[in-house]
């Protein structure tokens, strides 16, 4: 009876050996087999999309912003319901300053004495003729009579608006940039989404658009803004050559000093550290 039942139990130890080693097997197999690779046409098309609902979300979130500081503006001012004195009015300290010196460009007999007078002004500091064009940055005033004279516009819309209209203009120039980057640095426009509302919400703590139109701050802030995108895109782009570079400088960047005594040297730099940092970005990159 004992032989039997060995007998019995010996083959079923088999069957579950095989049946373990044919899943194994199989599993094995599962492994080594290549993942099937997705047609290049659709990647492209993947690609393509992607950039054109990223390219439409940057551009929406600019106008939307223009939108709301225009509303935001109109019902804070009443501003269409004013008469053109009271519109000036509403731009309070330094704004009427600056504001001032666009007005006399445009009421000026001509674009060669209007910058003369802007640059031999006597009127802002008393007894003194200074170049208020170079003093207080008043370039932007400058470009913006220029083209308000230049496209036309005067024939259609009031100085004041136009005015406002520019510097709300660059204020969506600002938030399209601002999701251009994040995208850039993030790989996703939902990055630049979450940027752009984080933007939004922290408004009063990063822009006093709002309060104080013709600041000098809103006519720099956008085109620093674009600057950084530029260049955060042109980096990214060549982060593998610049790591490639830095890769063979970094085997080599060892840099010792002796102490006092001079008998054992002071290592100042790893040079470890530096070509994993490298190597790090040379792996990111490919």
Not at 154 to 177: R, S
Not at 226 to 248: D, I, S
Request: proline share 4%.
């Amino acid at each position: 009876m004992a032989k039997e039942e060995g007998t019995s139990v010996e083959p079923r130890q088999r069957k579950k050996q095989r049946t373990s080693g044919s899943q194994e097997a199989k599993a094995e197999k599962i492994r080594r087999t290549p993942a099937p690779e997705r047609a290049p046409k659709y990647v492209s098309f993947q690609r393509f999309a992607k950039i054109v609902i990223g390219c439409l979300a940057a551009v929406i979130s600019g106008m939307m912003h223009v939108f709301y500081l225009s509303a935001y503006h109109e019902r804070k001012f009443w501003f269409s319901n004013r008469q053109e004195l009271e519109r000036e009015i509403t731009f309070q300290g330094d704004s009427a300053i600056y504001y001032s010196y666009y007005k006399d460009m445009l009421k000026a007999p001509s674009f060669e004495r209007g910058v003369y007078e802007l640059t031999h002004n006597n009127k802002t500091i008393s007894l003194k003729t200074i170049n208020a064009m170079q003093q207080m940055s008043l370039y932007p005033e400058l470009i913006a009579s220029v083209l308000y004279q230049a496209t036309g516009s005067n024939e259609v819309i009031e100085p004041v608006y136009f005015y406002i209209g520019i510097v709300f203009g660059l204020q969506g120039m600002y938030v399209t940039a601002l999701f251009v980057t994040s995208w850039l640095m993030s790989g996703t426009w939902l990055a630049g989404m979450l940027t752009v509302a984080w933007f939004l919400i922290n408004r009063v703590d990063t822009t006093r658009i709002e309060y104080s139109i013709p600041l000098r701050e809103n006519w720099a802030l956008p085109y620093f803004a674009c600057q950084v995108a530029a260049l955060t895109g042109y980096l990214k782009r060549n982060l593998n050559t610049y790591a490639e570079v830095l890769l063979p400088v970094a085997e080599y960047l060892d840099v010792h000093f002796h102490d006092g005594v001079g008998v054992q040297p002071l290592r100042l730099v790893s040079s470890g550290s530096i070509p994993a940092a490298a190597r790090y970005l040379l792996s990111g990159t490919k």
